[in-house]
Nanobody, 126 residues
Framework: QVQLVESGGGSVQAGGSLRLSCVAS????????MKWFRQAPGKEREFIAA????????VYEDNVKGRFTISRDDVKKVAYLQMNSLKPEDTAIYYC???????????????????WGQGTQVAVSS
């Protein structure tokens, strides 16, 4: 059974920081690109960040560049999203995703996802 389990969400004031974790099981983690998405109430799910299977390439949505950092630990099979300088507009449910793409490059497309986590809530107050 494949599972992606997010944790680390919570409530924080604007300007604060959180680190999200995504623990994977049931897959060869080191062969998958890992991605983070978020969805605010009444809005579409949007891409936030991705890191390729090797950890050598990352992609970020423009609004989080310089504030968020994606990373991975292939031994522990965990993907991370470090979020700094949080803003109220960052409030959303954050989802972890895994994408196996042996012949392609890292992609920010939300359709290029094989497995989804259940999400973790992030709330940023002004």
């Amino acid at each position: 059974q494949v599972q992606l389990v997010e944790s680390g969400g919570g409530s924080v004031q604007a300007g604060g920081s959180l680190r999200l974790s995504c623990v994977a099981s049931g897959i060869n983690f080191s062969r998958y690109d890992m991605k983070w998405f978020r969805q605010a109430p009444g809005k579409e799910r949007e891409f936030i960040a991705a890191i390729d299977w090797s950890g050598g390439s990352t992609v970020y949505e423009d609004n989080v560049k310089g504030r968020f950092t994606i990373s991975r630990d292939d031994v522990k099979k965990v993907a991370y999203l470090q979020m700094n300088s949080l803003k109220p507009e960052d409030t959303a449910i954050y989802y972890c995703a895994a994408d196996y793409r042996p012949l392609g490059l890292i992609t920010a497309h939300k359709d290029d996802v094989d497995y989804w986590g259940q999400g973790t809530q992030v709330a940023v107050s002004s």
